[in-house]
């Protein structure tokens, strides 16, 4: 993590612009989004923080891959197996 801290003057170029949605922090470039993320990345996130939320993310993510990767293993070795009984010269996806 790095020990940089961010003030308020860091974020200076994002203001309220007239005629806009009151209350809505604005880019000078008019992206809503960046200047979100301009604001959050001025908030501190400690290790503890950090390390929850890449846990939940292992949690989630890892058993998705895991299933993916057991179907498509699975896919591969019948299609082989499939093919080795002669499933391709039955459904004439070769020619002779």
Known sequence: MSDHKIDASDTAH???HEGLEPGIKHHPSGD???ALVDTAVAT???????RSTARRIDLVLVP??????ALQYMDKSCLTGAALFGI???????QM
């Open 44 to 50: 501190d996130v400690t290790e503890e923080e950090e």
């Open 32 to 34: 809503v989004a960046l």
């Open 14 to 16: 994002v203001q309220e």
């Open 88 to 94: 391709l010269t039955d459904l004439k996806l070769v």
């Open 64 to 69: 998705v891959m895991f299933v993916t990767f």
